[in-house]
Structure formats: structure tokens, C-alpha cells
């Protein structure tokens, strides 16, 4: 990121305020025209930028917890580990909320293809995958572009084979070709079963060409056979589509010993500031605690973890608390099915009315260089002039089609107004998922100008005296 200097702040400030008043006379410009919202909000990027905290956090997170399968005992302890540091860290309040998630173990994922060119394939199970039996499924392969290419070809075709669902992943810095892509994931094993395929495997959904396989989550469907399910490395794609063109009549071998554990019981860990004046109404930044089991959860979702924590903790230690309170919730079992938030939801059900706005950090450590909302249209742009002090921090000020992240992805629809803070995912796909999310891939100061931007927003949002119900009707999905 750009090497701010803060002592050119307070004139970068003035001139982007008078700029969105449309005003650009500098002889107008002068201190008081900075409202004590700005003030505080650019002194809250300045400690931020010159903090190392959200990436001391996301360090004690990976290198002390490490891995965290939702559900496992690691998870259990990634919880102990927050309720510790968020306590250290002295906010108002600390505690935790039961929650009732799924249970999976990897066991070993093997493939390789035994007919005509043999040779061993890299290979991850995705989660919730059950198991092969245990002599493995050896049966020809059958491609397919994309998932639709699946669901529309012909069961005749299908019976017995293993389905391969070949979509590759396009880069973009929001991330958006993984959207396109992951229904061949989460769908793929219920659209091979319907068909009659033994198994499904899918070009990892990921956009690097690492020899590496990218896990995450699948589901299956009550009525419709369980089949096994798993992820090729990028390059072990490739080399089967080139094993295609020389000979159509492919045989893959998989043994998977996955195991549906049933039920365990984690906790959302959540922490806050108390609002000095209106402290029943809540501004909620989350990120989610638990990891995929093959990296250590750096940027999925270490880093959130840090920002939103170190983010509150700037306001925490204010001389002058804002109105609202700031609530951190780290959500449990993001990964297997959004549940932590759900629950929270649901336990929280009758505090929504007093939910003010929601975000959530879950997309890695990438700088921010936008804010959307979700708010009532006729508030927006004034929403918009009170974040203006975050354009300082390198961030624009964009629309009003927030989703919000995944764990307050359903806040819209219980009328909650959310916002996204877009951060650069132009790489994150490498990593997501991967035995390569691990705490190099986080680069520090990126990660400091994240704390800023949540911090300003979240101190903006507890001071606001607006108005930012009820949304519009339909939000466009983004
Ligand atoms: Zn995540």
C-alpha cells in the first residue's frame, strides 16, 4: 500500500471534504470545518497505520491454534484462544455463544489414474464428503465444462463414471469468478448422483496452478445417493484434459476415508465496546474463527480475525467512547455452512431491530479500496459524506449494494443494514482453502490499513445520527 504521511492527513482531509461538498474554494477550508467525527476517525487511522496489533492477533492465531476444523478439538481450542485475547485486551465485555455445528474428518484422499497413462493425481477431499469404500472406486471419467454441462447431459452417459467438473476459476480483484465457479463444489455430487456417477471430482476452485488441492464445502441432498467427492489439483486438471485428447476411455482410481462425526458443540466469541449514550444499539464487525484443516487460517479467516478485533480495540481505548456500542463477534463454523451466524440470528432474533449496521471481514488481507452499503436509498449519500474520511485511507466510497460478507449475509433480509468493505482479492484464490494459507501471504501493512478502514467505519457508524431503515425492498445481488 502507498506509505501514508500523517502529517499530511489533516490537509488530504480537508480538501476530499470541501471536495464532495462540491466546494472547492481551499480559502473556506479550514480546521473546524472537520466535524469531531473526522477528527477522531483520522486519528484512528494514524494509530492503526502505526500499530502492529491485527497482525500480532492473526500471528498468536496461527502459529498458537493453527488449523481449526469446525467441530474438532482444535476448534475448541481456537476458542479458548479468543476468549483469552479478547479479555486481554480489556474490552467492556467478553463472552461466548453455544452453537451446535457438523462434524467432519478428512482421512486420507488418494487418486490416481490407473489406465491408460498411470500415474498418482494431488487430491483433497471436500468437506463433507463421505468416504469410498475401502478398496477405492475405480471407474472411468467423464468431463464436463461447468456444472449446468452436468446437469443438462444425458444419464445414459453418466451411469458409473466419475463425473469431472473441469470450470476453471478466473482471477479478479473481487473475487468474482469464484462465485461462477463453486456451484461445481457445493452442487456438483448432488448432480452427479442424480445422473448415476460413482463419485465427483472438480478442478480445484481456486486460480492458481499450484500442485495443490483447494477443499471447501459440499453438500448433499436428502433422496439423492451420497457420493464421494473431491478436488484436483490445477495442474492434475490440465493433465487429464491432455490424457483426453489422446484417449477418451480414462480410468481414475479414488479412496477417500472421510467421516461424517455428527454434532459438536462450538461458540460465537464476541466482544464489546459499550456504547456511551446508546449502548442497547449495536454496530457488529465479524470475521469467522474457524479454518479449513490444511493451512493454518491465515488469510481465511486469521486475518478478519485480527482486523475486526484490533479495529475495535483502537475505539476501545478512546478517551470518549462513541454513542453505540461496537460488537466483534467471531463467528463459529463459518465454513461448513455459515452456522455460527445463523445462529446468531436466531439467538439474537429480538435485538435485530437494534442491530444499526453489520459488516464482516472474510476475504483475506488484501488492502480496502471501497465501502458499499446497504442502507435506505434516501440516506445513502449522506451515509456516503460521513464516510468521507476513509478515502484518506485509500478507500472510495461506492454503492448501495452491500451483501455485507458471508456470516451477515442474512441481515439484509431480516432488515439489518450492512456494509462491504471491498478488500483486493486479486490473489486470494491461490491460497483459499489450500495447505498455502499460512501467515507469509499476509503482508502486514495491508493488513494495518484494513484495521483503519474498520475502524473509522465502525466509530462513523456508532456516532451517526441517521436513519438507515428500512432498506430498499430488493437488494441486486452482487
Ligand atoms: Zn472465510
Known sequence: MKNYNK????????????????????????????????????????????????????????????????GSEKDLIAVEWAMSKLNSLGFDKVYKESVQVPAW??????????????????ISALGGSVATPESGIQATIIRFDTLAALQAADPALVKGKIAFIDHK????????????????????????????AVAVVIRSIGTDHDRMAHTGMMRYKDGIKKIPAAALSAPDADMINLMLKRDKDITLSLNLSSKNLGVATSYNVIAEVTGSSKPDEVVLIGAHLDSW??????????????????????????????????????????????????????????????????????FGAGEI???????????????????????????????????????????????????????????????????????????????????????????????SELNLRPLAKKTDKQ
Open 7 to 70: 502529517q499530511i492527513f489533516a490537509g488530504m482531509l480537508l480538501a476530499t471534504i470541501s471536495g464532495c461538498q462540491n466546494q472547492p474554494n481551499d480559502t473556506q477550508v479550514t480546521q473546524t470545518e472537520l466535524s469531531s467525527n473526522d477528527i477522531i476517525s483520522q486519528k484512528l487511522v494514524n494509530q492503526a497505520l502505526s500499530s502492529t496489533l491485527g497482525y500480532d492477533i492473526v500471528e498468536s492465531l496461527t502459529v498458537e491454534v493453527g488449523p481449526r476444523l469446525a
Open 105 to 122: 474428518s478428512r482421512g486420507h484422499a488418494k487418486a490416481s489414474i490407473i489406465s491408460p497413462f498411470e500415474q498418482p493425481l494431488v
Open 293 to 362: 484443516d490444511e493451512g493454518t487460517g491465515a488469510i481465511d479467516d486469521g486475518a478478519g480475525v485480527g482486523i475486526v478485533t484490533a479495529a475495535a480495540k483502537l475505539i476501545q481505548d478512546l478517551p470518549q467512547k462513541p454513542a453505540r456500542t461496537i460488537r466483534v463477534v467471531l463467528y463459529a463454523a463459518e465454513e461448513v455452512g455459515i452456522v455460527g451466524a445463523k445462529s446468531y440470528a436466531k439467538q439474537h432474533a429480538d435485538e435485530l431491530g437494534l442491530h444499526y449496521i453489520a459488516a464482516e471481514s472474510d
Open 369 to 463: 479500496y471501497q465501502i458499499d452499503f446497504n442502507v435506505n436509498p434516501n440516506v445513502f449519500e449522506q451515509v456516503k459524506t460521513e464516510h468521507s474520511s476513509m478515502t484518506i485511507n485509500g478507500v472510495t466510497l461506492g454503492n448501495n449494494k452491500a451483501t455485507g460478507g458471508p456470516d451477515v449475509s442474512m441481515m439484509p433480509s431480516l432488515g439489518v443494514p450492512v456494509a462491504s468493505l471491498r478488500q483486493d482479492g486479486t490473489d486470494y484464490f491461490d491460497y483459499h482453502h489450500t495447505p498455502n494459507d499460512t501467515l507469509d501471504k499476509i503482508d502486514p501493512t495491508a493488513l494495518a490499513q484494513n484495521v483503519a478502514a474498520y475502524a473509522q467505519f465502525a466509530y462513523i457508524m456508532a456516532q
Open 169 to 196: 476459476t478466473e482471477r479478479h480483484i473481487s473475487g468474482k469468478g469464484y462465485g461462477q465457479s463453486v456451484g461445481g463444489r457445493s452442487r456438483g455430487a448432488v448432480a452427479a448422483a442424480e445422473k448415476g
